[in-house]
């Protein structure tokens, strides 16, 4: 887990790529606290520079130092990510008669790039944003992992291009300003969305597409999004088992399988662990597979009021794995809640989706008081399996749209006998699922730039399935990854996410919806897989919690005076044409007259202008 920069120009250009690339990794420390390297050469006519930050986790000597330079020195790689099965390729490549020398991954990802060439990629079972230059070709190779969780940025203007693992990054190596990027503004603002697109919050600035890779010549180098090639899909048809008890065992092993490989790791491992199914999964198959292995911590956030508190659930994981749980209060006065928030979207480099961000954000900041460097996480289990609300009201319009009424009322029934999510949907909820064109009207927060574009918000797909992917590849996960990506490594955090496996996405996600939804349940199948690991209060739990945080209540209540005073100053979003803050002001006086969780408006309806602000206040620098 690292960060990485890259610069190229015609030679004679102004401006030293060397120099820029400097620049760049010098905004990104907390990427890589254990090291940096840069490189630079002449390909056809092409200045090119590579700079590398690094947090050691495989291998931890110089051997696997970047960038890394082949032995020929025709190629040098500058990777961030992990390979998970490095063990497995490096056999192969042993076999075929390559020596690989260093003992971690990054070797063994330069050699499987030249042997392999754009085919390692399906070889390779892992998170990886890199850039692989040619030097003898005068080529360059960008690539991303199947689900974009390492991330990858690019700016082509000026005559140069740069790319590199933050915003920032490039940001600083350009050195020059951006307009705010009206359609994803008014998505983020009308929709929740965020990272939904390639578009990022700064016109020209583009993220690099996950699941694709590029090839291309140094001295013309294309639209790397329009041209870049995709190496991956999800899968459409479901594996076909003989029975149900075939495939309750085929999840249950290939969940513990994609744990094993992401246990790898010469620097100290935890889980973060929620007391859900999904992280209480994650904890129980560790103990499964190494119960000698003490040393992998389990970490908990807890609230400090007791409001959001999972600690029932923690302590019956704890006992029933006989571990000791790590817990940890995210506390923080609420005159200091504002100021957290823009430190998170200063790391997040765009606005964020709610106060989680920065509950992640001090968690992380505990893990490494902890002193634990790699942690597991149950992010993607829900759009893999079903696992939150609204997927219900896709089923049942599903099965309406098929003429299934009898089995429509009956899933409706289980559900709510069951009293697993009917129970805990709110009308300020459910109204963040409803169409676009619903939604509209309640944009009249926005300035003239945004009101002058009219780029319309995406469809949804039809179908459970085609829901699971529009969440998977641009609605939910991507948002997620980008945030928890962020939040980690701001403390030099690795996050790894079994659910992720693309081989475990691969047999879940492409699964009949009764197989998720059923008898009242969400995540059927898995659940069932999970039964002879862990304690049925765990595996049958009705309720889900997120992180404790107090965006919902906190908003009209003990963080008033914090907008208030917000509100009451100057905004940088209304100068750039952004927001109107009047309107701003009159939607937050309406959310504090409102009744409490059913009311027109939700706390995203007004946490997303403030996030907004503060984003732009604190990249006002680079913004026009």
């Not at 020398?101 to 042997?115: M, N, P, Q």
Request: proline fraction near 5%; charged fraction near 25%.
């Amino acid at each position: 887990m690292c960060g990485f920069a890259g610069a190229l120009q015609a030679v004679g250009a102004r401006g030293d790529v060397l120099d820029t690339v400097g620049r760049m990794i010098a905004t990104i420390p907390h990427r890589g606290p254990d090291g940096q390297g840069t490189w630079s050469g002449t390909c056809r006519g092409t200045y090119i520079a590579l700079g590398h930050r690094r947090l050691s986790i495989l291998d931890l000597s110089e051997a696997a130092r970047q960038p890394m330079i082949s032995e020929d020195g025709r190629f040098v790689l500058a990777f961030n990510g992990e390979i998970y099965n490095y063990m497995e390729l490096r056999q192969e490549l042993l076999r075929e008669g390559i020596a690989v020398k260093s003992t971690g991954d990054t070797e063994v990802l330069l050699h499987a790039l030249l042997r392999w060439g754009d085919a390692a990629f399906e070889r390779l079972n892992g998170m990886w944003a890199l850039a692989l230059v040619d030097r003898e070709k005068g080529e360059a190779l960008l690539a991303r992992d199947r689900f974009g969780i390492k991330p990858l940025y690019y700016l082509q203007r000026g005559g140069r291009l740069l790319f590199g693992s933050e915003i920032k990054a490039l940001l600083a190596g350009d050195g020059g300003k951006f307009a705010p990027a009206a359609a994803t503004v008014n998505a983020y603002l009308g929709r929740s969305l965020l990272a939904a697109s390639t578009d990022t919050f700064f016109e020209g600035i583009r993220e690099f597409p996950a699941g694709h890779s590029i090839r291309f010549a140094l001295d013309a180098p294309p639209e790397l999004g329009t041209r870049a090639r995709s190496f991956w899909a999800i899968r459409e048809t479901a594996q076909e088992f003989g029975s149900e008890e075939e495939l309750i065992t085929a999840v249950r092993e290939q969940f513990l399988d994609s744990i094993r490989l992401r246990l790898r790791s010469d620097v100290p491992v935890g889980v973060l662990l929620s007391g859900g199914v999904d992280s209480s999964a994650i904890a129980a198959a560790l103990d499964h597979l190494s119960p000698q292995r003490r040393d992998i911590m389990l970490l908990s956030a807890v609230a400090p009021d007791g409001s959001y508190d999972e600690q029932p659930f923690i302590d019956i994981v704890g006992r029933h794995l006989r571990r000791e749980v790590v817990k940890v209060r995210l506390d923080y006065p609420p005159d200091r809640a504002l100021t957290l928030l823009q430190e998170a979207i200063w790391f997040n480099d765009e606005p964020v989706g709610g106060f989680s961000s920065v509950a992640h954000y001090l968690l992380m900041q505990r893990a490494r008081e902890q002193g634990v460097t790699v942690l597991l996480s149950g992010q993607g289990a829900d759009e893999i399996l079903c696992g939150y609300k609204k997927y219900l009201g896709f089923y049942l319009q599903e099965l309406l749209r098929q003429g299934s009424w009898i089995r429509a009322a009956r899933v409706l029934a289980g559900f709510a006998s069951r009293g697993t999510i009917l129970t805990q949907m709110t009308y300020s909820e459910a109204k963040r699922y409803l169409p676009g064109y619903l939604r509209v009207a309640e944009l009249d927060i926005r300035g003239a730039r945004l009101r002058a574009d009219s780029t319309p918000f995406p469809a949804d797909g039809a179908g459970v399935l085609a829901r699971q992917v529009d969440d998977i590849q641009r609605l939910s996960v991507p948002a997620l990854l980008h945030y928890e990506d962020r939040m980690s490594m701001a403390s030099s955090r690795e996050i790894r996410l079994p659910f992720l496996d693309y081989r475990l996405v691969n047999l879940l996600a492409p699964l009949r919806p009764e197989l998720k939804l059923r008898e009242g349940w969400t995540k059927w199948v898995f659940r069932q897989a999970m039964a002879p690991l862990l304690p049925p209060e765990i595996v049958w739990r009705k309720d889900k919690q997120g992180f404790p945080v107090p965006q919902t209540n906190g908003l009209a209540g003990e963080l008033k005076p914090a907008v208030l005073r917000l509100l009451g100053e100057e905004w940088v979003t209304e100068s750039l044409g952004l927001l109107d803050k009047r309107s701003v002001g009159a939607r937050y006086a309406s959310y504090l007259s409102q009744p409490r969780q059913q009311g027109r408006l939700s706390w995203k309806d007004v946490f997303s202008p403030i996030a907004l602000e503060l984003w732009a206040r604190r990249f006002e620098g680079h913004l026009r």
